[in-house]
Structures are given as C-alpha cells and as structure tokens.
C-alpha cells in the first residue's frame, strides 16, 4: 500500500515514517527539508521536499497515493496546521483518495474535559493558546470534509517505545489520566487505523 506522511520531520511523524517501513509500506514523506530525513534510508522510501501551504506541492505529492497520514506541527506559531489540512482535503478530494488519518490534540471538542487545571489554563489556555486554536479549526476542516478520516487526539507527547498500553475512546468525564503518551504509541495506532473502520468519521482520544 502506497501512503504519504505529512509532517514527516516531526516528533510524531518520523516514527510513522520508520512504522510504515517496517509494517512494509510504501512511503512517501513530505517534508520542507530533506536534510532533516537524510539520516532514513530504505527501498520504501521517497521524499517529496515541499511546502504543505503551497496546494500545487500538495497536490503533486499526492499523486498516485492511497491513504494519507497527517502529523503536521507548528509549535506555538499556530499558521500551519489547519491551512495544511485544508490543502491536503482539497487535493484528495481532486486527486479520489478517501482515507486520511490526522493528529490533533486531547484537549478539543467533548476532551477538554480530561484536560487538568494547568492544560487547560495555563498551557492551552496561555502558552499554546495560538496552537490550540489552529488545532481546532484544523479539526474543523476534517469534520466538515467528505474523506473517510479518523482525528487521533493524544496526550502530551514523550519519548519512550511503543507499548499499546493506554486508554483509547474514553469520554470528557474520564480524568484518571496520566495525560500523557509515547509518540512511538501515537504513530503505531494511527497507522492501526489505516484498515480500521472504529473511528471513521470521528475523532477519537488516546492517553496513558
């Protein structure tokens, strides 16, 4: 199966890179600087350097690919995350691909709940206020879309390996969380979902 990753550089993205080689995949990686993805070398995979807020990259990158896996980042600029998944949708749209995994955060829509005091007034709420606002109207793109998307909605990020020990799908009223999870976690369940419908159309949340 031929899938791209958006975001390919970052925490989360570089292990669904290093995933998806190993599951056998192949994979295209879509990154600003090939530089950063040198040290990666496999027969599976191509690096497409371009810039996410450019459609025609986009565009160009997604062709003749079948499912798309979207880790793009920005840090606390809040700029990149929502317009790269419009133009991501709207390329797959135009180019009939149907299946799009993406990340988002805990923290958005009915999660919010399981957010404590501190995430959710003083990081989300001050630090990454700009970022959690380009998260959610990034989420908003994909809810109004017609692919067949799933929204992966982790925890703080760390490192650590993957150990499919944690809580997935559970409500805003569920507060016994660590409320955090390895990004080698993350990227294994959002490559789980790439033949899995459980979470189709819907965004779903995932915390130690």
Known sequence: MKIIV??????VGKEIVKQALVNGYQVKAFVRDPK???????PNLN???????NPKNVEAAMQNQE???CAIGDGRAGKV?????KNIINAANKLGIKRLVCQTTLGLGSSQGNLNFVWKYIMFGFFLKKAFKDHQL??????NCSLNYTIVRPSALTDGTITNN???GFDGKYNDLTLKISREDVASFMLEQIDKTDYLKKAVSISN
């Open 36 to 42: 950063k993805i040198a040290h990666l070398s496999h």
């Open 166 to 168: 944690y809580k997935i």
């Open 138 to 143: 990034q989420e908003d793109h994909l809810f």
């Open 81 to 85: 995350r929502a317009e790269g998944t």
């Open 67 to 69: 499912v798309v896996l």
């Open 47 to 53: 690096v497409f350097e371009g810039d996410v807020l």
């Open 6 to 11: 958006f975001g390919a550089t970052g925490s």
